[in-house]
């Protein structure tokens, strides 16, 4: 857990086993037993990345795709040729639209996200007619996660709760940290020097999504394995918050 020194390797396990998701349930249960079950035990240090969709399940994040439209509802649909059950649930989780053109539609989200349909997802819900909406608050969904797994295995960890964004000038998606709880996301080297002496002016790491995007490579969107567990990763702890990634207006050149 010691920021210092270089990491020498990464283990990044998938935790599989765990059942279909309802609402209510425990995930700090369902979690520590398909560890138990698997033989894994947690270690101090440890990272565990949390797919936001079995956090919004368990929270019951849902919303019915079979809603009355309004007349922004209907604007923007016909602006973007998208059903208006799905503009309707993108809608009622946007606070702003920023882009509406032919099968696109670009918004900032009522956490400060920016991303396509606002995170609405009508895939793989476990409940047909309705759509999942990101987690109520991602960062106290990462810190119940983190409490409940440090007390059940005594040990110091982290928990990421991740969802896969687009990218605005590169193809594809990337897991991205929503939540965060026990580490710093920012790996901050700005004052340092680099091996030839030159001062370091911009280099601030976004370690939680590249920590998060790791873990995208076992836990797969087809897989149904939503769970994945880093060891060897010396992270700084702290009270780390999910929307220290999130770039303010008045540093954002792109709108």
Do not use: W
Not at 28 to 50: C, K, Q, R, T, Y
Not at 225 to 253: N, Q
């Amino acid at each position: 857990m010691d920021a210092g020194g270089p990491v020498l390797s990464l283990t990044i396990t998938p935790v599989t086993g765990l059942p279909e998701i309802r609402e209510g349930d425990d995930l700090v249960a369902l979690i520590g037993d398909a560890l138990d079950a698997a033989g894994v035990s947690p270690a101090d240090g440890d990272v565990f990345v949390v797919a936001s969709k079995i956090v919004s399940k368990a929270e019951g994040q849902r919303l019915l795709t079979d809603v009355e439209a309004d007349a922004e509802v209907r604007r923007v649909a016909a602006r973007t040729g998208q059903p208006l059950a799905e503009v309707a649930a993108v809608l009622a989780e946007t606070a702003t639209v920023l882009r509406a053109e032919p099968g696109v539609l670009v918004v900032e989200t009522r956490h400060g996200y920016i991303c396509a349909n606002a995170g609405v997802d009508r895939s793989n819900t476990g409940m047909p007619g309705t759509a999942l909406l990101l987690p109520a608050d991602p960062d106290a969904g990462a810190a119940r996660i983190q409490a409940g797994l440090e007390a059940r295995y005594g040990a110091s960890l982290a928990v990421l709760v991740s969802d896969t964004f687009g990218r605005p000038f590169r193809y594809g998606l990337v897991n991205v940290a929503l939540g965060v709880a026990g580490m710093r996301p920012i790996r901050d080297y700005r004052g340092q020097t680099d091996p030839e002496g030159r001062p370091l002016a911009g280099t601030e790491l976004a370690v939680a999504d590249e920590l998060c995007a790791a873990a995208e490579l076992v836990m797969n969107k087809l897989d149904r394995v939503p769970v994945a567990m880093i060891h060897g990763y010396r992270f700084e702890p702290g009270d780390g918050s999910g929307r220290e990634l999130l770039r303010d207006r008045a540093t954002d050149y792109f709108r």
